[in-house]
């Protein structure tokens, strides 16, 4: 971890936005960045923005005078400027460090915002990937990958006003995974819990089915997460995608299920599954290789992930997703490649490949993060993946960063060319409204005029979301309401 050491004042936003952009970058980085003094001022006469800074870190010291003369530009509006103090101070402490990072000064969930934000401001492809790596930092390749999601994604962009997403939390799973931060209860101590929550959460959806019907919201696509809910016994997981056709009868609605955990897909999930439509189902191997699985704490083996493949494949469901994870403790670039060869036999439509971000809720502590494969040897394998992805057919089609991702990376969402998912896209890049329900369900209002978003998140826990759910419905609806008129 990277410590800093202020030896001057400096203000509150300087120090907020050092500390904030320290612990995202480069997690497993050591040293201690001593700042002499940081000054920023905006010239007077317009023309950009000038920053000088010194500081010392492990023993190196530098000097800085930088300036950002591009933000004069006059396609850019006055809040700009605020974003562009921020990003030059960003831009300081990278130089400070010495450090080149294949995101550069980024460290948002979502850098596709920051292209569509420039795109929208006017600028012409062309000059965004020159700004991408001239005043973001970004390497050419993050830069052109940027470009080549932003081109696949624009028939998404491009959907009806009315339509919305549907999202539902299923927060239990039968072991907890040690690298995981979801709303995920083992259902071994908490299976006590999942008739309220199930019976909080039927009301919830016949509450808000009735809700869209009556306001002109259309569905078009809804997404059972969590959580695994495939770990409900056959006959609530075949209630709850009955319950969950309340929303749209519509052939063409999107309606995916996560079947993270292999050993829960069993025959009569997925005859459930074909029963009520469900057309694109997600499971997760995170890497094929026993030892790990054990490792990362799951209670099945590789040979689960293929019985259950085969049996999803012999249902027919139009689109499987696979994930792998990128960086776990003791795995090799030799492990990770004999686990794509294998998930590119299988061929599924989408396959996302995370990589391992550490995060406070996961039971791994920071030196067993510290046990994965380096950061440039996990960057050069990432890159390579991608390539061959991309030559097997798949193209990218969504990502997303986390705070801490090792290596300065990113997760992305790979699809065969006409079978992207509909709401990886809205959810993920926030263009439409996605509508929340059940356990630790967030639901973010997008207004589709300014692109702001709001939220109300459900309770993460089952027994608080069983016992309080029915009574916080209208206040949820009034808050909605509010922001449809
Ligand atoms: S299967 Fe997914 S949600 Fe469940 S514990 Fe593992 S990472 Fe968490």
Not at 141 to 160: G, T
Not at 174 to 191: D, E, I, K, M
């Amino acid at each position: 971890m990277i410590r800093v050491e202020y030896q001057a004042a400096v203000p509150d936003w300087v120090r907020r936005t050092i500390d904030a952009f320290i612990i995202s970058i480069v997690p497993r980085a050591e040293g201690l960045l001593v700042l002499g003094k940081i000054d920023l001022s905006r010239e007077p006469d317009g023309s950009g923005l000038s920053l000088r800074a010194d500081g010392t870190f492990n023993g190196e010291h530098r000097e800085l005078c930088l300036e950002d003369r591009e933000i004069a530009d006059p396609r850019y509006q006055e809040a700009d400027w605020d974003k562009r103090r921020r990003e030059l101070v960003r831009g300081a402490v990278l130089d400070l460090l010495g450090l080149k990072l294949p995101w550069g000064i980024l460290t948002g969930v979502r850098p596709s915002k920051l292209y569509r934000h420039l795109q929208q401001a006017g600028f012409s492809p062309e000059e965004i990937a020159t700004k991408l790596q001239e005043v973001y930092r970004l390497s050419p390749e993050k830069a052109a990958l940027l470009q080549e999601i932003d081109s696949v994604q624009a028939p998404f962009m491009r959907a009806e006003p009315d339509g919305i997403g549907v999202y539902v939390g299923i927060p239990f799973c039968p072991t907890r995974c040690r690298y995981c931060s979801f709303p995920a209860y083992p259902l071994g101590t908490h299976g006590h819990l999942v008739a309220g929550f199930l019976r909080g959460l039927a009301e919830e959806i016949r509450f808000f089915a009735e809700f869209c019907r009556n306001n002109g919201l259309r569905v078009q696509t809804v997404y059972v997460g969590g959580g695994t809910p495939t770990s409900l016994v056959p006959g609530d997981f075949g209630r709850l995608l009955m319950a969950l056709r309340a929303f749209s009868t519509e052939d063409d609605m999107e309606f995916t299920v996560e079947a993270g955990r292999p050993e829960t897909v069993t025959p009569e999930h997925l005859q459930a599954c074909l029963d009520w439509g469900v057309n694109r189902i997600s499971v997760n191997p995170q890497t094929l290789h026993d030892r790990t699985l054990q490792r990362i704490g799951r209670c099945h083996t590789s040979a689960d992930i293929f019985a259950a493949v085969a049996r999803v494949r012999e249902a027919r469901i139009a689109v499987l997703n696979m994930d792998l994870i990128a960086g776990s403790p003791g795995e090799t670039t030799r492990d990770l490649d004999e686990t794509l060869d294998q998930i590119l036999t299988l061929a599924p439509e989408n396959l996302t490949i995370h990589t391992l971000a550490p995060k406070r809720a996961a039971q791994w502590d920071e030196e067993q993060f510290q046990e994965g494969m380096a950061d440039p040897e996990l960057a050069d394998w990432l890159e390579q993946a991608g390539q061959r992805i991309r030559q097997a057919g798949w193209r990218p089609y969504y990502l997303y960063r986390q705070r801490r991702i090792m290596a300065n990376q990113e997760n992305i969402g790979y699809a065969v060319p006409g079978r992207e998912s509909l709401y990886n896209i809205w959810m993920m890049e926030e263009t439409k409204t996605v509508l929340g329900l059940g356990g630790g369900a967030i639901t973010k209002w997008v207004d589709q005029r300014t692109g702001s978003v709001e939220r109300w998140s459900n309770p993460k826990c089952p027994a608080t979301y069983g016992q309080r759910i029915s009574a916080s419905l209208p206040e949820k609806a009034k808050w909605l309401r509010a922001h449809l008129n």
